[in-house]
Structure formats: structure tokens, C-alpha cells
């Protein structure tokens, strides 16, 4: 499932007031991390992640391997702080627009 432009709008707006959920450290993703953002997700369907400090492209790799991990989509990205959406199947609880 691909989101669309409003759907992203929709999502940001929902995303503003939640703080980072997941935190990865120096240590990056790890077993652990994966299983906690998987249970995250499963639970809110929209969550934030913050990433400490690492360069840029470093950041895109984390966010690129969190995403494929994760099965999740990425809603948006501002510096350290990602925000990633998965749909829950079985109980969604948010409501997407068309």
C-alpha cells in the first residue's frame, strides 16, 4: 500500500503532537529495537523514531533499513526524527482520507 499526498498531509498533521516513541542509540538497530518498533507500530500504527547523532547519509541508511524491517511506510523526516505509519490489519485505528 502506497500513500498518497493527502493521506501523508493527513498523517503529518496526526503525527505533530506525539513524541519519539523509539530511540535509537550508537548501537543502531539491533534485535531488540526491531521487536519494540514492531510492537510500537502494532499498537499505534503512527509513531516517531528519533536518531541520535549521525550524519546525514548514515540517517537515510537507518531509515531505509527501519522501513524494511519494520514493513512500514515513511510519513516524513525532519532532521533526527522520522515518522513512520504501518496499517494495522486486524484493528486499524486510524482512518486514512481517499
Avoid at 29 to 58: C, F, G, Y
Avoid at 66 to 85: D, K, M, P, W
Amino acid at each position: 500500500m502506497s500513500l498518497s499526498a493527502s493521506q501523508r498531509r493527513y498523517l503529518r498533521g496526526l503525527a505533530h503532537p506525539l513524541k519519539p516513541v523509539i530511540q535509537l542509540g550508537t548501537k543502531g538497530l539491533t534485535e531488540a529495537v526491531i521487536k519494540e518498533l514492531t510492537l510500537a507500530l502494532d499498537q499505534h500504527e503512527l509513531i516517531k523514531v528519533r536518531l541520535e547523532a549521525m550524519d546525514h547519509p548514515q540517517r537515510d541508511k537507518q531509515i531505509a533499513h527501519l522501513l524494511e524491517q519494520s514493513n512500514s511506510q515513511l510519513v516524513q523526516r525532519i532532521g533526527h526524527i522520522a515518522c513512520l505509519f504501518r496499517r494495522n490489519i486486524e484493528q486499524p485505528r486510524i482512518a486514512l482520507p481517499r
